[in-house]
């Protein structure tokens, strides 16, 4: 069910507990900004999550809370991740929903990303 963006970050949503380490991940990378990890039900034959460590609800929530350093910090993550899976020379889409319309089922920041074949719609039918 998609959330709102709005609402306080709940500690014990699903991205919370794995960071915590109480629910396993496939892990791809940490470092001290953020967590890569398969997602459970891929959507593509590459599909990876990145996931800040701060509590942050949101895009929104992130740029307009988060420090300059764990924004970047953050990003160079989502980088690496793209980089270590070697999707960089063949392409890959990047997706972040946001709230109900943008479809966001967990209160926790995420960053998808998509690879391992074309994508050709920007927005499915």
């Given at each position: 069910?998609?959330?709102?963006?709005?609402?306080?970050?709940?500690?014990?949503?699903?991205?919370?507990?794995?960071?915590?380490?109480?629910?396993?991940?496939?892990?791809?990378?940490?470092?001290?900004?953020?967590?890569?990890?398969?997602?459970?039900?891929p959507?593509?034959?590459?599909?990876?999550?990145?996931?800040?460590?701060?509590?942050?609800?949101?895009?929104?929530d992130?740029?307009?809370?988060?420090?300059?350093?764990?924004i970047?910090?953050?990003?160079?993550?989502?980088?690496?991740?793209?980089?270590?899976?070697?999707?960089?020379?063949?392409?890959?889409?990047?997706?972040?929903?946001?709230?109900?319309?943008?479809?966001?089922?967990?209160?926790?920041?995420?960053?998808?990303?998509?690879?391992?074949?074309?994508?050709?719609?920007?927005?499915?039918?």
């Amino acid at each position: 069910m998609p959330i709102d963006p709005s609402q306080p970050y709940d500690p014990d949503n699903v991205f919370a507990k794995i960071l915590r380490g109480e629910l396993p991940c496939k892990k791809v990378y940490e470092d001290d900004f953020a967590l890569a990890f398969h997602d459970i039900r891929p959507q593509a034959p590459i599909h990876v999550l990145v996931i800040p460590r701060g509590e942050y609800v949101s895009w929104d929530d992130f740029t307009a809370r988060a420090g300059d350093g764990e924004i970047a910090g953050f990003m160079r993550a989502v980088g690496h991740v793209t980089r270590q899976l070697e999707l960089d020379g063949p392409g890959y889409r990047l997706l972040v929903n946001m709230g109900g319309d943008g479809h966001q089922e967990v209160p926790h920041l995420h960053v998808h990303i998509f690879g391992g074949r074309q994508f050709f719609q920007m927005v499915p039918d």
